[in-house]
């Protein structure tokens, strides 16, 4: 257990649906990330958010739409989403993000996404 | 910008071999390097971490130096179990130093 629960474990979606992926932490750790997770490919970093501010966006498609309410909680807010977008979406966590420095990233075991 | 490339997998050893699993980087400035470690059905860990050059990072008995004469970030273990049949990922700070670049990932299964 590493402190950061993603809820739902598994999601399989139309392309039409509308959901949302959700990620708490009890680290009391200030920043948090999205990542995808497929198959033969390196993780692709998506959103980066330091006290509840997105730091970054890497070119994410605006069909996934992130939400920081408050330093424990991220959603990934989805819509019309394509089959390529089926994947394993992580969540992490950090005391800050001094990544540079050594800062240790907490993940999460992902969401299986599955988009029909 | 940043970058990192590790060896594909997969790798298939016997218990109590010795393993090495590659990884060189692409980089401006000084990144801190990192190798993470992904069960089955969780997700990534941090097994060890190097945050300047020559530096030794280690952890239940796997290994790793910051090489940066060969930009490389090499994974040693003297002998596997099957225990650690996992998928292991080199990873790098971005160039920003606010997050992680990881490599794709390289699948280690040990068998008995």
């Known amino acids: 257990e590493t402190g950061v629960t993603q809820t739902p474990r598994h999601l399989v979606m139309g392309m039409t649906n509308k959901k949302s992926l959700k990620c708490e932490q009890h680290?009391?750790?200030?920043?948090m990330y999205w990542y995808k997770q497929s198959a033969k490919k390196p993780l692709e970093l998506m959103f980066v958010?330091?006290?509840?501010?997105?730091?970054e966006n890497n070119s994410v498609p605006s069909r996934f739409s992130p939400e920081c309410p408050n330093s424990s909680h991220l959603f990934l807010h989805l819509h019309t989403l394509q089959p390529e977008d089926s994947a394993l979406y992580l969540c992490?966590?950090?005391?800050?993000?001094?990544?540079?420095?050594?800062?240790?990233?907490?993940f999460g075991s992902g969401t299986q996404l599955s988009v029909l | 910008g940043n970058s990192v490339t590790q060896m594909e997998g997969p790798v298939t050893l016997s218990e109590e071999a010795f393993l090495t699993i590659n990884c060189t980087y692409t980089?401006?400035?000084?990144?801190?390097l990192f190798w993470y470690v992904q069960y089955p059905g969780e997700g990534l860990q941090l097994l060890l971490k190097?945050?300047?050059?020559?530096d030794k990072g280690s952890n239940k008995g796997f290994e790793a130096t910051y090489r940066k004469e060969t930009t490389s970030f090499h994974l040693e273990k003297g002998s596997v179990q099957v225990s650690d049949s996992a998928v292991y990922f080199c990873?790098?700070?971005?160039?920003?130093?606010?997050?992680?670049?990881f490599g794709k990932g390289t699948t280690l299964s040990v068998s008995s």
């Open positions: 992490a966590s950090s005391q800050d993000l001094a990544v540079q420095s050594g800062e240790k990233l907490f």
């Open positions: 190097a945050t300047k050059a020559d």
């Open positions: 990873a790098l700070s971005n160039q920003a130093g606010t997050a992680l670049i």
């Open positions: 980089a401006t400035g000084y990144p801190s």
């Open positions: 958010y330091n006290f509840k501010e997105q730091t």
């Open positions: 680290l009391g750790h200030n920043a």
